[in-house]
């Protein structure tokens, strides 16, 4: 592939690539999409809807046109042991003469419909891109309906158009400030809090079960399975445990400053990161007992899954793997995975990647890898057919790209069926990149087509 040709000029400086930006330092990253340009990423309302959806008994109205509202639980889901509301939408449905004569009326109506037919405890209000254009003053609204029914509404401010997805994140994290600050900070009482893991396929379940067997107490899950009162609880962790550091730093933070809370980065993809995770946590308090629990805990677990990875390997070894998805700290994640696995990874890219993931992704890889931040389909489909990739791991959006080009697919994202973290999750990780890699659909593609005779 030339740069220029299916590269627009204004993206050379956001790619890692031979041809075009020589050595590849500093990547350029944490910018707005280029115009015109098409990217994957998802706009600041979703990054924001992504973060605060898998709370299951909070109430979420989009205030905005029905499309907005298109992105629910549907398309972004995640499990719950308890309330299912959360699987429901509500929209202003907002029209032409809405943005003439202003949408407050209607977000009124919404919200005491709402309160009519359901007891929320929490209303997340979300006001989308016309909403940022026309102005309804959402934080009076929220103030009244709060005075009225005496509950939390919550505004978050998140039109489509004021930055990236990231904001969005930062949205949602502020919501969740906005939420679980008390009046008077309550006493230590739990170990720590999970920062970062939405419970997609059940991973929030697997993270807390590993805590509690080496005895590490859990104050709140944030966000995947949470409650409203378990959010609550927060401030009484000791420490914050972040898994998607891309949505999840933010927040880290603001609570260490508010609640005197400090935060590790942590990850439960791959054998590695999840042993080394565990310990620095048991590490992290300080108590011996815990930290004599998780290594014979870690040692138990690596001495049951890696025979049985070694059985995958063999499979796996010497295939080219690509990943496009949303933050850096998966990517890095994915990557590790594998190299365990005896895979090279050729290309790799991030919605929402930081330089600091770039730079380390930088060491990960092999000099000739492409690395690309805030990518399109027309430049990840170009890349994945120059490097030869045998699969992609993506998202919902990515998936049609490797099918159109006989590639294989695993989804690492909300569509998955099966865990991906933990001992058990990277078994069902291996099994997943065997079963469709060596799938052999993709030679008979490779050769025309099935025969019919
Ligand atoms: S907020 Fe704006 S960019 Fe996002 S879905 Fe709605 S209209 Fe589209």
Redesign the pocket.
Known sequence: MKCGNEILPERIESIRYSQCSGDGSGIKCESESVSGAVSQR?????GARVVLNPITDAFHI?H??I??A??TWDIRGSLSSGDEGYRNSYSTDLRETDVIFGGEKKLTAAIDEVMARHSPRVIFI?A???V?VIGDDIDAICRNAEEKYQIRVIPVK????SGTKKTGYKMACNAIMNLITPSILPEKTADVNILGDFNLAGEMWIIKNYLRKIGISVAANITGDARVDDLKNAPAAKLNLVQCAGSMTYLAKQMEETFAIPFIKISFFGVTDTSDSLLRIAYATGDKNVIERAKAFIEEEKNRVIPLLDKYRKNLVGKKAAIYVGGGFKAISLIRQFNEFGMKTVMVGTQTGSKEDYELIQHLVDEDAVILDDANPAELEAFMTEMGADILVGGVKERPLAYKLGIAFCDHNHERKHPLSGYEGTLNFASEINLSMNSPVWEIISQGGMKYV
Do not use: E, K, L
Request: proline letters at 10%; hydrophobic letters at 25%.
């Open positions: 998802a706009c600041v309302y979703c989009v905005g046109p499309g907005c298109s992105y979300y989308t891109c016309i940022g998140s039109p489509g158009f």
